[in-house]
């Protein structure tokens, strides 16, 4: 068994399909995934779909699937969401009546802000100025379907939290002892890795035109899909439908 953990899907079914086909995955590998499998490309509901049948899929929230998960139970869709992708999830998880609808609001309220694996923690953002103790408490809050998104709280800042991987890369000091897994910020082609370990960053532009990434924890051996754009020709992720 392997321990994986994936970058930002946004809607790129073709290029989770491909980097995992690519890593030679299977049902024994257990995936770990950094967030945001809403918005950006059209086939969310395909993904969704996927991910729930996995054995051994262990994700975080992030915050375009707090937006989704608000669409499916109360059918919030603010014009920040539309415009940031949104468009393509609301045409994607049209395909589903409303019972399932319910149901996938309930499994994405299912996804912690934070997994502790004992090795490393796994969040979308960053750890806000939390401390180790602190994100422990956070990863065991019972969510909601519905959820309000309020700055202050410690699920917002979770998701939203981009200081300290730019704190990192300016040369400040790290709050966290542990390894500190992430999505969230595009940084390039490639999946960030500081040079001690303790800090990746995964989100390699897949939800605009880059790839999607596949990360070994153990080995640090790392995959990507093809360039989601090639996939979707002539797509505009953040355009409406």
């Not at 899907?9 to 024994?28: C, I, N, R, T």
């Not at 509901?45 to 054995?55: A, I, N, P, R, Y």
């Amino acid at each position: 068994m392997r321990r994986l953990a994936l970058g930002d899907v946004h809607g790129s079914y073709k290029a989770l399909m491909d980097v995992l086909e690519k890593a030679s995955f299977s049902d024994e590998d257990e995936l770990f995934f950094v967030g945001d499998v809403a918005d950006g490309y059209p086939d969310v509901f395909e993904c969704l779909h996927f991910f729930l049948g996995l054995k051994k899929f262990r994700p975080v929230i992030g915050n375009h699937d707090i937006w989704l998960q608000n669409y499916l139970s109360a059918r919030e869709s603010s014009t920040a969401w539309l415009n940031q992708g949104g468009w393509h999830t609301v045409k994607s998880v049209g395909k589903a009546g409303k019972r399932e609808m319910l149901m996938l609001a309930e499994y994405l309220a299912s996804w912690p802000y934070v997994i502790d694996t004992g090795r490393e923690f796994i969040m979308h953002g960053g750890p806000a100025g939390f401390s180790q103790d602190e994100l422990l408490l956070i990863g065991g809050i019972r969510r909601h379907t519905y959820e309000k998104q309020e700055f202050g709280s410690a699920g917002f800042d979770i998701v939203w939290d981009r200081t300290y991987l730019m704190n990192h890369l300016q040369g400040e000091e790290r709050s966290i002892a542990k390894r500190v897994v992430i999505g969230h910020t595009p940084v390039g082609s490639k999946p960030y890795v500081s040079d001690d370990g303790l800090l990746v960053a995964l989100d390699t532009g897949c939800g605009w035109d880059g790839r999607l990434t596949l990360f070994d924890l153990d080995t640090g051996r790392s995959w990507q899909s093809g360039q989601s754009e090639k996939f979707y020709p002539g797509h505009n992720p953040r355009g409406i439908c």
